[in-house]
């Protein structure tokens, strides 16, 4: 290289750096706050997924199976997507919906196990507000009373479920509920608790049923602030009572002329034997519970149980019947719950 050629390069390095890059500095930071706004920040998180507002078609039509995450979380745990596999793998041609008051949904490995499984599975939107306000509760939601109660989520969510079953119609079913046996032959139907108690954690209406819209005038009219579970099993059962003229002393809970109640084996409340009996080793009680033609879930009540970390590889009970009827989420995490 001769030396002018050199000069040259030296010249051309000089340029750029006392000249082309401060001025392409300085035109970007004129500019930068431009560019900020021109370029939409795009929430690039590939585990979480915007979930879509139904429309309405989704649900015009009787007997769809659904479940509400109404406390506006974004993710699922196993033992709640243990509960939707079994219905959607009992029911594969109905599609089982999970309804969220969260706008995205957390894709877990899980959830992603169970999609790719299940083409009767969706997570959708469920927007509380629109449907508070298109309800009879409207009134009542925007009062605010639930909000300033004593126990203002379950206030808030409870409602949702009686709510919805008035708006389309179907089953509804808790997130501990562990589905057995097909449900789609019942109509208008819930079931005892114990003897005296009915259970709303499983129950199917047709749309716009009285018994319904009772519970809903009744969470309305009556709603009393400090007790704890108001609009649960002791709203239902008080209709039930009301509705049937069962009157104290006469605990007896008999079916009305138009809801069949199930007798408590049905629907299986482990309360129903030891909790203990479900994490044992016994092939005779779990053959009987599996097929046993009268009994159609179990409800695991998970609060019980929710401190407690599961195996599920084992031969008891609960094992046995997680890995029957959620095989995808029982592999997916890794047998663990
Ligand atoms: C659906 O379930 C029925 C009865 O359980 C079964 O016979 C059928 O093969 C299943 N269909 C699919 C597509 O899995
Ligand atoms: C939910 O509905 C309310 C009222 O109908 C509306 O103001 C709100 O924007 C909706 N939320 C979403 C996330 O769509
Ligand atoms: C309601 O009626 C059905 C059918 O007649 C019966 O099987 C069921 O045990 C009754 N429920 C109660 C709680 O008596």
Known sequence: MTSRNQNLTKQKIFISCCFVVPTFVLLLRIFYKDYKIKIPQVQNNPNEELLSLPHEEVFDREKSIFFIEG???????????????????????TFIDVLMTSRTLQKSVQIRSLLKAYSNVRFLYLN??????????????????????????????????????????????????????????????????SDSWVNCAVMGFRKGHPFLNDCIKEMTQHF???????????????????RCHAQPPDTTLKNCSDVRLFKREVFYPISWTKLDKFFEEDQEFTNTLLNDPNILTLHFWNHNTQSRIIPVDGQNLYSVIVRHLCPITAASSNYIF
Do not use: Q
């Open 128 to 193: 509380a507000t629109t449907l508070y306000m298109e309800s009879p509760m409207s009134e009542w939601f925007l009062k605010e009373t639930w909000k300033n109660s004593k126990y203002p989520e379950m206030n808030f969510v409870d409602p949702l479920r009686y709510l919805l079953l008035f708006k389309y119609g179907g089953i509804y079913l808790d997130m501990d509920i562990i589905v057995l046996k097909n449900l789609k032959m019942l109509e208008n139907f819930a079931g005892l608790e």
């Open 71 to 93: 406390f506006g979380k974004n993710y699922i745990p196993a033992r709640m997507l243990c509960s939707i596999e079994s219905a959607a793998l009992v029911h594969n041609n």
């Open 224 to 242: 009393d602030s400090e007790l704890w579970g108001v609009n649960g099993p002791k709203l239902i059962t008080k209709i039930f009572r009301r």
